[in-house]
T-cell receptor, first 109, second 115 residues
């Protein structure tokens, strides 16, 4: 079966760095997405990785290792507005998006 | 304003009633999707459409139907609602639906409660 695992919840301090991990087992792989979802709102696109390595975009970076079926989202200089759920999703061989349950990130002052 | 709109924002529905959730996009995207999101579970695909005139079943299609008469609209119908269909429903769209880099953009969601 297809499976994506993320921690359910994480807590971090304002100004710090946090790493949210995602492991996946899917039928084929055509890329991995990270989305941000604030409570009561729609998911919004953060990043896309298809090749191994690190993609940096401002305070957010995303890493992929296809051989390990592993990705992480790195958030630097955390701000209170970063409190949200972070969703990992993988495009399988049929170009369907398989979604993880999301990681709720709580930022404390 | 470009984007995806959904209606209604929220709805309380008696079991057994028929309900249509509306979704409209103005980005001229070819592909559209319906997801449900339940606490503790990931987004689950109900139905999708890669282009106007075609539809396909996702992971949890039972009890739901869709149509895609034109590019912009993708309504989701619950023929006879049951309490297990209580959820938040998101409509999304993407440029092609078949490309590996195809990013999905989401509507604001409809919160549906079936009693």
């Amino acid at each position: 079966g297809q499976n994506i695992d993320q921690p359910t919840e994480m807590t971090a301090t304002e100004g710090a760095i946090v790493q949210i991990n995602c492991t996946y087992q899917t039928s084929g792989f055509n890329g991995l997405f990270w989305y941000q979802q604030h409570a009561g709102e729609a998911p919004t696109f953060l990043s896309y990785n298809v090749l191994d390595g690190l993609e940096e975009k401002g305070r957010f970076s995303s890493f992929l290792s296809r051989s390990k079926g592993y990705s992480y989202l790195l958030l630097k200089e955390l701000q209170m507005k970063d409190s949200a759920s972070y969703l990992c999703a993988v495009t399988d061989s049929n170009y369907q998006l398989i979604w993880g349950a999301g990681t709720k990130l709580i930022i404390k002052p | 304003i470009a984007g995806i709109t959904q209606a209604p924002t929220s709805q309380i529905l008696a079991a057994g009633r028929r309900m249509t959730l509306r979704c409209t996009q103005d980005m001229r995207h070819n592909a559209m999707y319906w997801y449900r999101q339940d606490l503790g579970l990931g987004l689950r695909l109900i139905h999708y459409s890669n282009t106007a005139g075609t539809t396909g079943k996702g992971e949890v299609p039972d009890g739901y139907s869709v149509s895609r008469a034109n590019t912009d609209d993708f309504p989701l119908t619950l023929a006879s609602a049951v309490p297990s269909q209580t959820s938040v429903y998101f409509c999304a769209s993407s440029d092609s639906g078949t490309g590996p880099t195809d990013t999905q953009y989401f509507g604001p969601g409809t919160r549906l409660t079936v009693l």
